[in-house]
């Protein structure tokens, strides 16, 4: 009896460690999707938006603050560098690339302009805009 | 002697915890499992034609409608409209047919959430043939 007792007593506290270290990690990189963005963007409301279904990883998500300027990835870049980007990304997927412009609300017209124009030249001629489909709602209200 | 010693120490951990950490392991493997984040982004989508096709559309009006979106305001037509009569006007032509050509021409000024708002009032209706063509 008391042999058997200690013949189960294999070590498990590592074993748990080392899962709960791999849930974690799991639950923290599963949506590292839209960590990608400039965190000072206020972007539109858009409640009867379709939400996002297919995630497409080949999608450039262009960043546009307020003060019209233009960043991929947190990466500021100029007009320049975003064509050339652009036309290499298009030259390697395919025209039908999906590009989203996420725009601040206070941006004015001509720097989402600037960018659409840039995905024309591109060749993209069908883009969208980034918009929150549902506000943080305190209190649940 | 020396197990003698042993046993007051391994006996409170004595209680068997296998059980319980299957039933963690089952709980989180539902909740991982069961998850779904709220669908807090949306994407908007329109058209951008190219300049020589933006000549040729608007050649042809045909069923055409045509949104202005200026600093100040928005306008259906020509016709200066408020948020809410947009919104009365593009239901009634939804109801007609919805996939009208819808034309959306942003001044230069105006800021970017007019945009979204009017897209957004085109997505609630349905409208899905979208252009957008900028103006100064």
């Given at each position: 009896?008391?042999?058997?007792?200690?013949?189960?007593g294999i070590n498990m506290t590592p074993m748990i460690d080392?899962?709960?270290?791999?849930?974690?990690?799991?639950?923290?990189?599963?949506?590292?999707?839209?960590?990608?963005?400039?965190?000072?963007?206020?972007?539109?409301?858009?409640?009867?938006?379709?939400?996002?279904?297919?995630?497409?990883?080949?999608?450039?998500?262009?960043?546009?603050?307020?003060?019209?300027?233009?960043?991929?990835?947190?990466?500021?870049?100029?007009?320049?560098?975003?064509?050339?980007?652009?036309?290499?990304?298009?030259?390697?997927?395919?025209?039908?690339?999906?590009?989203?412009?996420?725009?601040?609300?206070?941006?004015?017209?001509?720097?989402?302009?600037?960018?659409?124009?840039?995905?024309?030249?591109?060749?993209?001629?069908?883009?969208?805009?980034?918009?929150?489909?549902?506000?943080?709602?305190?209190?649940?209200? | 002697?020396?197990?003698?010693?042993?046993?007051?120490?391994?006996?409170?951990a004595?209680?068997?915890m296998?059980?319980?950490?299957?039933?963690?392991?089952?709980?989180?493997?539902?909740?991982?499992?069961?998850?779904?984040?709220?669908?807090?982004?949306?994407?908007?989508?329109?058209?951008?034609?190219?300049?020589?096709?933006?000549?040729?559309?608007?050649?042809?009006?045909?069923?055409?409608?045509?949104?202005?979106?200026?600093?100040?305001?928005?306008?259906?037509?020509?016709?200066?409209?408020?948020?809410?009569?947009?919104?009365?006007?593009?239901?009634?032509?939804?109801?007609?047919?919805?996939?009208?050509?819808?034309?959306?021409?942003?001044?230069?000024?105006?800021?970017?959430?007019?945009?979204?708002?009017?897209?957004?009032?085109?997505?609630?209706?349905?409208?899905?043939?979208?252009?957008?063509?900028?103006?100064?």
């Amino acid at each position: 009896m008391r042999r058997k007792a200690e013949e189960i007593g294999i070590n498990m506290t590592p074993m748990i460690d080392v899962v709960f270290q791999l849930i974690i990690f799991f639950i923290t990189t599963i949506d590292l999707q839209n960590k990608d963005m400039d965190i000072r963007l206020q972007m539109a409301l858009a409640p009867h938006g379709k939400p996002v279904e297919a995630k497409d990883p080949r999608t450039i998500h262009v960043d546009v603050d307020a003060q019209g300027r233009i960043s991929i990835l947190n990466q500021r870049l100029t007009l320049a560098v975003l064509r050339t980007y652009l036309k290499k990304a298009v030259a390697e997927y395919g025209q039908n690339l999906p590009v989203v412009i996420r725009g601040d609300i206070r941006t004015q017209h001509d720097a989402i302009r600037a960018v659409m124009d840039v995905c024309a030249e591109a060749g993209l001629y069908t883009v969208r805009f980034g918009a929150i489909k549902e506000a943080a709602r305190p209190g649940g209200g | 002697m020396a197990r003698e010693r042993k046993r007051p120490d391994l006996s409170p951990a004595d209680l068997p915890m296998t059980p319980m950490i299957d039933v963690v392991f089952q709980l989180l493997i539902y909740f991982l499992v069961t998850i779904r984040p709220i669908d807090v982004f949306t994407h908007l989508e329109v058209a951008r034609p190219s300049p020589e096709a933006q000549r040729e559309r608007l050649e042809v009006p045909k069923n055409l409608l045509r949104i202005n979106i200026f600093k100040e305001g928005f306008a259906l037509l020509d016709r200066p409209v408020s948020y809410e009569e947009l919104d009365r006007q593009l239901t009634r032509a939804a109801e007609l047919d919805k996939k009208q050509s819808v034309l959306i021409m942003v001044s230069s000024y105006s800021e970017h959430a007019q945009l979204i708002q009017v897209l957004d009032l085109c997505a609630k209706l349905g409208l899905t043939n979208l252009s957008v063509i900028s103006t100064n």
